[in-house]
C-alpha cells in the first residue's frame, strides 16, 4: 500500500521534470538552430540611381534599439528589471518618431542596427515594414541578428542590422562575426555580422565598399570583441589596398573617444563599456564623430537627463581616399531609442 501511495506522488513528479527537461531541450533547440552563412544578401532594388562625377555622398548610422527602448524604457540586460517595453503605445510612438525622422533628414545610405520585425517585443508592431512603408523608393536588405521563431516572454524575434540606400549597390553581403560566449540573457548567442554594400565610382573600376557594424556588447572584458574588431581591419584593409574607398559605420560598442557627459550611474552598471583599443585605428584613416552629441545611454533606469551614463560609440572610420567634409550628431535625448543617430558627408578623392 505504502508502495502505490509512494508512487502516485513520484510518477506524476517524474512526468513534469521529464516535460520540463524536454521544454529545455526544445526551447535550446529553437535558439540555437538559426546559423546564417556568409555571403550574398537578397536586396529588393527600387532605385538604379548610381554615383555621379564629383557628387558628395551622405551616410546616416543609428540603431533603432528595435523600436522599443525609448525614453521610458530599461533593459534587464544592463541592469534594469524589464524585458519588456513599457506598453504598445510607448513603442508605436518610438517607432513613428523614428520614421518620421528618417524620412524628414534623407541620405543617400542608411546603416541602421537593431531593426525589428514583427514580434511580442515589440507588442507585434512591425518598425522594418513601417521603414519599408516610409521609403518605398530605396533599395533595403536586411541582416538578422536574431532570429528564433519562440522564446519565453518575448515570443518570436528577428532583429538585425539594415542598409537603406538610394543609390543602387552592385551586391550586399554577409560578414559574419565571432559570437560571444554566453549569449544575450545568458542564453540565446546574437549572430553579430555586418553587411557590405558596393557601389561603382565613375569613371574608375574603383568601389564605394560601406560596412553596416553591429559589435557584441556582453562578452566579459570585451574578448570577443577584439577578436570581431581584428576581423574588421582585416576586411578594411584589404579592401583599401585593391583602391576602394571604404566607409565602415554603426555601432562600434566600444567608447570611441573621451567624454565627460554629466552623469551619476553607478560604476557597476558600465560592465558593457570599454575603450577602442589604441592600436586598431591603422594610420592615416579618420575617424568621423561628433564629439558634443553622446550616442547612447545606459538602460539600468528610463533616461533622466544628467543621471544616465551617455558617450560615444556610434559613427565612422573613414579609409585615407576619402574626404570628410561634414559630421553631424542629432542628440533626440533618446526619446526614441538608446541611441542618436549621427550623419556624415563624404567625397571620394582622386575622381
Not at 98 to 106: K, L, V
Not at 216 to 232: H, I, N, T
Not at 297 to 315: A, M, V
Request: charged letters at 20%; a neutral charge; aromatic letters at 10%.
Amino acid at each position: 500500500m505504502k508502495y502505490k501511495k509512494t508512487m502516485i506522488i513520484i510518477i506524476p513528479i517524474i512526468i513534469i521534470l521529464l516535460v520540463i527537461f524536454g521544454w529545455i531541450v526544445a526551447l535550446k533547440i529553437t535558439v540555437s538552430s538559426f546559423k546564417p552563412t556568409e555571403g550574398s544578401l537578397p536586396m529588393i532594388i527600387n532605385s538604379e540611381e548610381s554615383i555621379k562625377q564629383g557628387q558628395l555622398i551622405t551616410i546616416m548610422t543609428w540603431n533603432l534599439g528595435y523600436g522599443g527602448l525609448g525614453e521610458e524604457s530599461n533593459f534587464i540586460a544592463d541592469g534594469g528589471k524589464s524585458i519588456l517595453p513599457p506598453s504598445k503605445a510607448i513603442v508605436a510612438k518610438n517607432i513613428t518618431n523614428i520614421t518620421t525622422f528618417i524620412q524628414q533628414n534623407p541620405v543617400n545610405i542608411f546603416l541602421l542596427q537593431e531593426v525589428s520585425k514583427r514580434s511580442r517585443l515589440t507588442y507585434n508592431l512591425d518598425l522594418w515594414q513601417m521603414l519599408i512603408n516610409a521609403l518605398p523608393n530605396y533599395n533595403r536588405v536586411h541582416s538578422p541578428t536574431v532570429k528564433i521563431p519562440w522564446f519565453p516572454i518575448i515570443g518570436r524575434l528577428i532583429t538585425g542590422n539594415a542598409v537603406i540606400s538610394n543609390l543602387q549597390p552592385v551586391e550586399a553581403i554577409r560578414c559574419n562575426l565571432p559570437l560571444e560566449d554566453k549569449g544575450l540573457l545568458g542564453v540565446f548567442k546574437q549572430r553579430y555580422n555586418f553587411i557590405v554594400s558596393r557601389y561603382d565610382l565613375p569613371e574608375t573600376e574603383k568601389q564605394l565598399v560601406v560596412a553596416d557594424l553591429h559589435l557584441a556588447a556582453f562578452d566579459e572584458g570585451g574578448l570577443v570583441r577584439k577578436k570581431q574588431l581584428s576581423k574588421l581591419q582585416s576586411f578594411m584593409l584589404e579592401e583599401y589596398k585593391k583602391g576602394n574607398y571604404v566607409v565602415v559605420g554603426g555601432d562600434w560598442n566600444h567608447r570611441l573617444i573621451k567624454t565627460d557627459f554629466p552623469t551619476t550611474t553607478e560604476e557597476k552598471f558600465l560592465f558593457w563599456i570599454h575603450n577602442l583599443p589604441e592600436d586598431f585605428t591603422p594610420n592615416g584613416w579618420q575617424w568621423a564623430l561628433d564629439e558634443n552629441v553622446p550616442t547612447v545611454r545606459t538602460l539600468e533606469h528610463s533616461y533622466i537627463i544628467n543621471e544616465n551614463y551617455t558617450c560615444i560609440i556610434d559613427g565612422f572610420l573613414l579609409s585615407p581616399n576619402l574626404e570628410l567634409l561634414s559630421v553631424q550628431g542629432f542628440n533626440q535625448q533618446f526619446r526614441y531609442s538608446d541611441h542618436n543617430p549621427i550623419k556624415i558627408e563624404i567625397k571620394p578623392t582622386g575622381i
